[in-house]
């Protein structure tokens, strides 16, 4: 073995501990994680590729830097050190050389941020909505209230929305229950799953917005392709368009507390029919019944018909007769 060399053993196990970093790191990253994920997801959304693409873009990049600067890196110390006989040059300066490392990494920048750029303007951009679902974070949990729909006011549809009970007794210290078993329809949903979730239609533009009623929470449902803080006193908004009917999961993305990792989200895209009869159903439990109307008064009783007086004669004074 030569001065300076890896062994091969050496070698192998620090790239197997290298990968099972990185898919512990990778599925920590993630608030709906799928066995083997290690990238961001695609997403459900019109806009989630956008992030998608990005998140790409970016990693590329910086992937490619790392293997250029490692690699020369490496070369010049294994292939030009010391006891190989290799002297070390005296220049200290190549202008040449320092215009086009200063350049490069300039254009790229230069690219990086005009992409993003594009990306951040189409996200602020809600005009258009067909949808509007105010969401208000809480310790431990969610609000959502139902602002309006195809351009007509809904009135008094909103919920709570906090982990389902089967996760909540799970956790417990001492409880004696298995995670493993918290599922739905087969899938686990232990911690990620709510009592009530927010149901919204698929192919609808739906303007959010997002505020706390506390501390700093952070709304984040990977699919949708974003996550927006919730702050106490101000009102952040963003939209999404759900392409897809399906569940989609995510959790507060804020350090919040002692129970933050119990604050789940999780997101029940309906076809629109299937939406809209929700929703009436909804509309129609929180509207009051109409108040009886009051029984009609009875008839008034007819006068009783007043006796009949007997008529009494009056004798006919006579006068005296003289």
Same mark, same amino acid.
């Given at each position: 073995?030569?001065?300076?060399? @890896? ?27 799928? /066995? *083997? ?20 873009? +970016?990693? *590329?990049?910086?992937? #490619?830097?790392?293997?250029? #600067? ?11 050190? $010391? ?6 040059? $005296? ?15 300039? @254009? ?8 993003? &750029?594009?990306?951040?303007? &189409? ?12 969401? &208000? ?44 078993? !918290? ?16 149901? !919204? ?7 959010? #917005?997002?505020?706390? *009623? ?30 897809? /009917?399906?569940?989609?999961? *995510? ?13 789940? @989200?999780?997101? $029940? ?38 006796? $009949?007086? +007997? ?12």
């Amino acid at each position: 073995m030569t001065s300076g060399g @890896i062994r091969p053993s050496g070698f192998k196990r620090a790239v197997t501990a290298a990968l099972f970093a990185l898919t512990m790191f990778g599925g920590v990253a993630l608030a709906n994680p799928q /066995p *083997g994920q290690l990238n961001m997801t695609r997403g459900a959304s019109t806009w989630s590729p956008e992030a998608y693409f990005l998140n790409n873009v +970016a990693f *590329g990049v910086c992937v #490619v830097i790392g293997i250029l #600067v490692f690699g020369a890196m490496f070369i010049a110390m294994f292939r030009f050190r $010391k006891s190989r006989g290799a002297v070390a040059e $005296k220049w200290s300066h190549n202008t040449t050389l320092e215009i086009v490392w200063t350049t490069i990494p300039v @254009i790229i920048l230069i690219v990086l941020a005009y992409l993003a &750029t594009g990306g951040l303007r &189409t996200f602020a951009d809600t005009t258009g909505s067909e949808m509007t679902v105010k969401v &208000t974070g809480y310790q431990w949990k969610w609000r959502y209230d139902y602002v309006d729909y195809k351009g007509k006011a809904i009135e008094k549809v909103g919920f709570m929305s906090k982990l389902d009970r089967e996760s909540d007794e799970t956790r417990q210290l001492d409880s004696g229950l298995d995670p493993k078993s !918290v599922q739905v329809d087969g899938y686990n949903t232990y911690l990620i799953n709510v009592d009530k979730p927010l149901v !919204v239609p698929v192919g609808t533009k739906i303007r959010f #917005v997002i505020t706390a *009623g506390d501390v700093i929470h952070s709304w984040w449902v990977p699919a949708l392709g974003w996550k927006m803080d919730a702050i106490p006193g101000i009102v952040n908004a963003a939209w999404t368009n759900i392409t897809e /009917p399906g569940v989609y999961r *995510g959790q507060c993305a804020e350090l919040c507390g002692q129970d933050h990792g119990f604050m789940p @989200i999780v997101v $029940k895209a309906l076809p629109k029919a299937e939406f809209e009869k929700w929703l009436a159903d909804q509309e129609a439990a929180a509207t009051p019944p109409a108040p009886a109307a009051p029984a009609s008064a009875p008839a008034p009783a007819s006068t009783a018909a007043a006796p $009949k007086t +007997a008529a009494v004669d009056v004798p006919v004074s006579q006068g005296h007769q003289g």
